[in-house]
């Protein structure tokens, strides 16, 4: 079991950047992959990005791609997400989740994730 808790969810400009991060508990966090959602008002619940157990290899959304970077450091449990450029379309709730599913193709779907923060609202306005 991983524990995820979320932060750095805010208010930003449109062409601004936030600085999202998941703090893990837990003693097997370099072996689970680790993604971040998104849901808006409305909207089903959506892959954003996702990053492998060793941090070797990445998936993003093509709507956020060359904007979104995700990174992780299994030395402190932690995983970010850096949002530049950001755009309206952008505000949502951003979860962290895990996923214990091993495979070469990166986990896609909110089925594929065990454990789920609380999410953190982003709010893009002028």
């Known amino acids: 079991q991983v524990q995820l808790v979320e932060s750095g969810g805010g208010l930003a400009q449109p062409g601004g950047s936030l600085r999202l991060s998941c703090a893990a508990s837990?003693?097997?966090?370099?072996?689970?992959?680790m993604g971040w959602f998104r849901q808006a008002p409305g909207k089903e619940r959506e892959l954003v990005v996702a990053?492998?157990?060793?941090?070797?290899?990445?998936y993003y959304a093509d709507s956020v791609k060359g904007r979104f970077t995700v990174s992780r450091d299994n030395a402190t449990k932690m995983v970010y997400l850096q949002m530049n450029s950001l755009k309206p379309e952008d505000a949502a709730v951003y979860y962290c989740?895990?996923?214990?599913?091993?495979?070469?193709?990166?986990?896609?779907?909110?089925?594929?994730?065990?454990?789920w923060g609380q999410g953190t609202q982003v709010t893009v306005s002028s």
């Open positions: 990053i492998s157990g060793s941090g070797g290899r990445t």
């Open positions: 989740a895990a996923s214990s599913r091993l495979g070469y193709v990166l986990p896609s779907r909110t089925d594929e994730y065990d454990n």
């Open positions: 837990g003693r097997t966090f370099s072996s689970y992959a």
